[in-house]
């Protein structure tokens, strides 16, 4: 079966595992417009029903650190993607880690291994913690999200890259922050402040042609706003409360970065450029017409509004049937 890896990066407690189980249980709830099927392995089922089930279970008020659980080693999710009533033809490797791995303390083999992540992976999702990036100016951004961290290791997994990429920023917890067209422009503003030097790296000559990159704000619980930081023993803890005493859990576009993946996939397929890494398109979706329909109208979801952008790579992520 031909793979497609894909990496979740960010810093310990950003909500990398909350954000891949919020985007598994929407697709499934989206895809079944389509003629598409996502099966994830029985491991990857298991934990991924833990982390929906403490999603769901939130109490009113909460600090994230404290009440979800953390990734402690790290893992693999496995989905497997196809026509329904056919066996499925595309395996989908999401590459979960401890994000303690990003911390000095962390042994270099830990570090070197996120870098390998990020260069044998034809996309990233990178989960911004906002309430990180947006609250007292961002005074915590860099302590959390490890803004420059991230972009170093960009440096060296994309110096020399030779087929083109996907980067996703994905804003969690970003509830409070999509409430106006205001307060949507200034998420979007201080992401492009936050990571400027990341987004400038992008830019350069030999990457601005092979790398889209994409905003795709996600609530991963869709009822839960934050309330305030607590300082206790001079660390901050972010504290969210539930919209209402009996909100329900409601995450909003979060299989947005599936559908994003989907068209850069299908664009690729349809480019006459070869790229060795992605090879395997050309099989994938070459002979089956039905599946490409299907995964042409899955695709064809993907928003450019209310937060969502598009920052570089059009010709990576145009309607495929233009």
């Known amino acids: 079966m031909h793979e497609v890896k894909i990496t979740m990066l960010g810093p310990s407690g950003v909500g990398k595992t909350s954000l891949l189980t919020a985007m598994y249980e929407q697709f499934e709830s989206n895809i079944g417009r389509t003629n598409l099927q996502i099966i994830p392995d029985l491991e990857s089922s298991a934990i991924l029903q833990e982390r929906l089930a403490e999603l769901k279970s939130l109490p009113d008020s909460f600090e994230t650190k404290g009440w979800m659980s953390s990734t402690e080693n790290y893992r693999s999710f496995l989905f497997e993607l196809g026509k329904k009533g056919s066996k499925p033809s595309l395996n989908i490797h999401f590459q979960d880690y401890p994000g303690e791995w990003h911390e000095s303390k962390s042994s270099l083999e830990n570090k070197e291994m996120i870098e390998s992540f990020i260069k044998e992976s034809a996309a990233v ?5 906002t309430p990180a990036l947006m609250e007292k100016n961002g005074q915590w951004h860099t302590k959390i999200n490890r803004e420059q961290q991230i972009t170093s290791l960009f440096k060296k997994a994309y110096g020399d890259l030779d087929s083109p990429r996907l980067v996703i920023l994905a804003p969690v917890r970003c509830e409070k922050y999509l409430q106006s067209a205001e307060s949507t422009a200034e998420l979007l503003r201080r992401i492009k402040e936050g990571y400027a030097k990341l987004l400038d790296l992008l830019k350069v000559e030999n990457l601005r042609t092979k790398v889209a990159v994409v905003v795709t704000p996600v609530q991963t619980v869709g009822t839960v706003v934050f309330s305030r930081i607590e300082m206790i023993d001079g660390k901050p803890h972010f504290v969210f409360r539930k919209t209402s005493h009996d909100a329900q859990y409601n995450p909003q576009d979060s299989e947005q970065p599936l559908r994003y993946l989907l068209r850069f996939l ?21 002979l089956d017409n039905d599946l490409k329909r299907a995964v042409y109208e899955f695709a064809n979801g993907c928003k450019t509004t209310g937060g969502f952008v598009l920052l570089q790579g059009e010709t990576l992520l145009n309607n495929p049937k233009s």
């Open 125 to 129: 999702i990178i989960a911004i913690d």
């Open 266 to 286: 299908l664009r690729l397929h349809l480019d006459t450029r070869q790229w060795k890494f992605f090879n395997f398109l050309r099989d994938w979706l070459g």
